[in-house]
T-cell receptor, first 116, second 110 residues
Framework: KAGVTQTPRYLIKTRGQQVTLSCSPI?????VSWYQQTPGQGLQFLFEYFSETQRNKGNFPGRFSGRQFSNSRSEMNVSTLELGDSALYLC???????????????FGPGTRLTVL | GNSVTQMEGPVTLSEEAFLTINCTYT??????LFWYVQYPGEGLQLLLKATKADDKGSNKGFEATYRKETTSFHLEKGSVQVSDSAVYFCALSHYNQFYFGTGTSLTVIP
């Protein structure tokens, strides 16, 4: 079974631009979560989508948004990029249904975003 | 609220040394507990998990036991190798939400 894939793997943008990252979950997984990883802040939760609906949200400004399509693929968008948005953005998928106490997240390789 | 606290790093060990990375959690009810590993330049990989009290997760020589009485899930390995050098994250899953520790960097020197 194919793992979680993320595209692109690397991106370089300038301040003020916007960017869209893509994540394809493991087949059959309906939940997709996004995380931002930086050396200073560690792994921070952005949001989670399940069945095309945002189910959970972290503490990030509205410049960070996402969506999920009917095939469970997800995109994350960051508008008006700032230097501090430079990070590794990780996507994780899981089955997502039920009580979730036994759910497991599987991560993609990440997209390395550099903002100049 | 729910949270995970893990041992600060970095940790440096010689090859074949014994490894312990401490992890404690705060959660209501019965979360699932995980250890993930991140090798340089890569995403997180699931290392092992435990879904109920007293369960022992194990993989690649690593073990962790879900201790509800001490709310802990410490990671151990009897003899580390250079290839184990990575960042290790403790995490919990509870009602569709995941909580990660800050990560512990491990370097194993020959």
């Amino acid at each position: 079974k194919a793992g979680v894939t993320q595209t692109p793997r690397y991106l370089i943008k300038t301040r003020g631009q916007q960017v869209t990252l893509s994540c394809s979950p493991i087949s059959g997984h309906r939940s997709v979560s996004w995380y931002q990883q930086t050396p200073g802040q560690g792994l921070q939760f952005l949001f989670e989508y399940f069945s095309e609906t945002q189910r959970n949200k972290g503490n990030f400004p509205g410049r960070f948004s996402g969506r999920q399509f009917s095939n469970s693929r997800s995109e994350m968008n960051v508008s008006t990029l700032e230097l501090g948005d430079s990070a590794l953005y990780l996507c994780a998928s899981s089955l997502g249904a039920g009580g979730a106490s036994t759910d497991t997240q599987y991560f993609g390789p990440g997209t390395r975003l550099t903002v100049l | 609220g729910n949270s995970v606290t893990q041992m600060e790093g970095p940790v440096t060990l010689s090859e074949e040394a014994f490894l312990t990375i401490n992890c404690t959690y705060t959660a209501t009810g019965y979360p699932s507990l995980f250890w993930y590993v991140q090798y340089p330049g890569e995403g997180l990989q699931l290392l092992l998990k435990a879904t109920k009290a007293d369960d022992k997760g194990s993989n690649k020589g690593f073990e962790a036991t879900y201790r509800k009485e001490t709310t802990s899930f410490h990671l151990e390995k009897g003899s580390v190798q250079v290839s184990d050098s990575a960042v290790y994250f403790c995490a919990l899953s509870h009602y569709n939400q995941f909580y990660f520790g800050t990560g512990t960097s491990l370097t194993v020197i020959p």
